[in-house]
């Protein structure tokens, strides 16, 4: 796998520095501890959200902060979580004085940093609240996650809850807004090939000229099972049938938040998508795959959701959550009421979200 | 190469029904004679544009239609110029009583069945006046064009003359500035491996696994060399110099309009670039190059323009002008003025392209 790098090593901050650059009107670094971070920082009386995780998802998720989307975003080296210091750091510099909602990813790392990190910031008098998102269908535990996964649906959470932080929604409210965003979102992923971690120089996985992996990660792990590659209709039906029906919805959601400390769990017991639910569909590309595909797969996904009598009001497709130059594409509902689809519509100024205004 | 496609033969027609039912708000598509455009098509009053090409280049050109850029495109097969009925019916239905203006890339096939369109249109009592976009340095003919290829700056071109026809701008002046902007676009392109056309099945051409082509054509011609792969600084300093220093500046635009019927030549003496310059600079990807990669390129052509004292006053990077899944970029500099500068900055509101208001 051939890559337009330099040294390996350089290749977070080359590439921040070049998003800071490009887009110097909206961003500003901090280039240590590591994190970027809206160039009009700290917003006075709005609540602040701050994300991260691995890197190697571009265009989430420095390319989410701005106007309407996050206060800040914590990288890791690719694929790894980022530290508390720079959740810490940015938390600084990013409250406006009502405090900091982190959004987490459902990868071990992740939680135990932004934990460690949101009782650093505590202890300073930082009011923050945690918010997991695990909406990844594929698999019950994965290799880095206890749980399910978060992915597609991290991103609606962070435009939604960005515009609600805008229109002055203080910290409790708006940690409980992303629960409730979490707890809509389903996805499911492919793979038809995999992608290479710079540092690595090797691809993560090998997959025959005829397979595919069904329920791929987004750092390449394992799914439900190979499976012999097929139609994009069929490999389409599939995946939304495998998120609409999704047998497990009683599902365990970890979550914390400033006043507990401690994990807990909250059983979900709502059956995810009922006929003449209002959603969002997104179709994701996993970075090597070309927006021609994944009009074709948007166009038998909505099939397949209004078949379930599902009301399609938003749509995204393209490459939001990425994973380096991986071909393959993710599936993402988002169960929609009133308040967030006005959300979604709000005006937004991001790198790679931007409209209204 | 593994696609996500049904049958090859539908993968133009599948993908635009996508296309159009995610943005059912914006578009609408014949779908015979085949091509998309503005749902609020004819804008009464409005000059139009209509643009088009083969397909493989998505967002280009389907996803820029909508206010503020295209009012329609019509898309052939891949890597195919569409066929002039196309081109035809989609003048008909955008022709808002003020003419159309056709932007054409320098392939040999568009510019002819283009040109057939632009009879059979004039005859029928359409004000037509068509330019041609050839900003790409790397040669001077190639396999499916005399003279240069258009690329990046067609990205632009639609755009700025958008906003401008939005603005009222009658025909002939639309045509004399879409002129202005492709005389003062330079692009260059390299593949690190080769896209697969899905009617095909194989790559289009083979690169071993330590070579990059270095002056690559968006459907897989070849450039100037082939090359050792570089380091991304490396190559991005050959381009950027190629681009800025393009010793070829004298060089002649087929241009042609209603008038005339018949091309006719023009010589362009001015050098493209000069210090103190304004500019956009425009960092493309191919398809299947990560968003990641695009900004450690943007970083260093940026401070290769500044060294030669242009002033960087806008910047775009992402995929927008594609070559399937194709690894790989291109640059594009665009010498602004304060007229094309406003009308970049001018509300848009299309699939691939959305800002302001």
Chains 1, 2 share one sequence.
Not at 139 to 168: D, F, M, P
Request: glycine residues 10%; contains cysteine; proline residues 6%.
């Amino acid at each position: 796998m051939k890559k337009v790098i330099n040294d390996p090593g350089d290749f977070i901050r080359e590439s921040l520095a070049g998003l800071t650059r490009a887009h110097a009107d909206l961003l500003r670094m901090s280039p240590d501890p590591l994190f970027i971070y809206r160039a009009d920082a700290p917003v006075q009386g709005k609540t602040a959200i701050v994300s991260g995780g691995g890197s190697g998802h571009e265009p989430l998720h420095a390319g989410y902060v701005g106007a309407g989307m996050l206060d800040a975003a914590c990288p890791g080296e690719v694929f790894t979580s980022p530290t508390p210091d720079q959740m810490l750091e940015a938390a600084r510099r990013v409250n406006g004085g009502s405090g900091v909602l982190f959004i987490v990813k459902n990868y071990s790392g992740d939680i135990m940093n932004f934990e460690m990190a949101a009782e650093l910031a505590s202890a300073e008098g930082i009011p923050v609240a945690s918010v997991i998102i695990d909406d990844d269908v594929a698999v019950r535990n994965s290799l880095y996650t206890q749980g399910r996964r978060g992915v597609g649906t991290t991103v609606a959470a962070e435009k939604i809850c960005g515009a609600a932080a805008e229109r002055g929604l203080p910290l409790s409210d708006l940690a409980e807004l992303c629960r409730r965003v979490s707890s809509a979102g389903r996805s499911i992923g492919v793979a038809l090939s995999s992608c290479t971690v710079p540092a690595a120089g090797e691809p993560t996985f090998i997959l025959g000229e005829e397979e595919m992996e069904f329920g791929i990660g987004i750092h390449g792990e394992p799914g439900r099972e190979r499976i012999k590659l097929k139609k994009a209709d069929e490999i389409t039906e599939l995946m939304a049938e495998a998120i609409i029906e999704d047998p497990e919805y009683r599902r365990t959601l970890q979550e914390w938040d400033n006043e507990t400390a401690a994990p807990r769990e909250r059983e979900t017991s709502d059956p995810p998508f009922a006929k003449g639910d209002s959603v969002l569909l997104f179709v994701n590309g996993m970075g090597g795959t070309p927006l021609s595909e994944l009009y074709i797969v948007y166009r038998k996904a909505a099939e397949v959701a209004e078949k379930h009598g599902l009301r399609i009001l938003r749509s995204l497709v393209g490459n939001y959550i990425t994973s380096l130059e991986m071909q393959g594409f993710s599936l993402t509902l988002l169960r929609m009421d009133e308040q967030s689809l006005s959300l979604w519509d709000a005006p937004v100024l991001t790198p790679a979200l931007r409209w209204g205004r």
